[in-house]
């Protein structure tokens, strides 16, 4: 069965540190990964998209890797902000299809930014 | 700006009642999705639309029934509200062709069925 796990399931760091969010998959054949940002009361956000060929994604401070041989993926916050505070969601896309059910969602990782 | 609206944040209904939910977006996509979220599991596909007047099941439609009736427009409904529906609901809209495009997520609607 095609899943996606994410750890930890909630994260607290002080502001300013640094952190790295995991996504395990056993999505097979793969297609892309997405990580999404969701803050609280709000519909998810686009982050990164990476293919199987690309390893390193950033987008300002975060810099998402990606692993196709070992499926795995993370995802770094540098600098941390208390804007950073929301959750973290990976979605991995089995193949290119008509099948939107090929889209698996992570249950997420809720990070905590304090001051 | 790209923009997903849905009609309402938060609805309290009772078991029985016929729920409507909708979804409407700017962007001119033939995409559109029905998510529920649920704290632990996360997002699970209700229902799914690449054209108007087409739909396709996902992973968790019983109990739900939906309508595209314009390009713009995707309606989630609930036929018999049950307390197990009590969720936050996400709709969606991507570029077509594909699937796997990037989603474009509405604010949510948290729906509590009493």
Redesign the interface.
Known sequence: KNQVEQSPQSLIILEGKNCTLQCNYTVSPFSNLRWYKQDTGRGPVSLTIMTFSENTKSNGRYTATLDADTKQSSLHITASQLSDSASYICVVSDQVSSSASKIIFGSGTRLSIRP | DVK?TQSS?YLVKRTGEKVFLECVQDMDHE?M?W?RQDP??????IY?S?DVKMK?K??IPEGYSVSREKKERFSLILESASTNQTSMY?C?SSLGG???G???????TRLTVT
């Open positions: 997903v944040r995409n999705f998510y632990g599991l996360g997002l699970r596909l799914f690449y396709e996902g992973d996400l969606a594909a699937t796997d990037e989603q474009y997520f509405g604010p949510g």
